[in-house]
């Protein structure tokens, strides 16, 4: 007996580092304000004629898509090893207020970094704090859109 089959696409992906760089000349009166504001200008318009060298640490392995042959996604992004951003990605949606706090700390667990007893009761009472304040705003929320339909 013959199993049916199907074709899946699979695009991989890795956190291979690119450098490029170009020169610029500038005026010696220029102060670092200006050159900054002159390189991130100059930086978009170069970046299109440079040939940027990856560093090839093939690190970051990671499945970017994984579709049907008809075109359907199955999965994206989804990582294969750590990504040293994926922590940074995390910590940065912890700081604005985008994800709880815990998050952070259940990546950290998930690319095998340990983390001190102190930091995770730490992050567990911000946590604590975190999830009461958006409580807090629901609730607010909620309670306006009450007053508004009377």
Known sequence: MKLATKKIRVELG??????ASFELTVGADLTDADIINLVKEQAEEQAGDLVFEPSYDL???RVVSATHANGDTIVEDLPIDPSHEDIGIVAMYVLNGTVAPNQLIMEA???GV???PEVVEMFKRFSLAYEAEKRER???KR?????IRG
């Open 14 to 19: 890795q956190d291979t580092p690119a450098y």
């Open 59 to 61: 690190s970051g392995l």
């Open 109 to 111: 667990e998930r690319q």
């Open 114 to 116: 340990s983390v001190r």
């Open 138 to 140: 629901e609730a607010e």
């Open 143 to 147: 309670s306006r859109t009450q007053k």
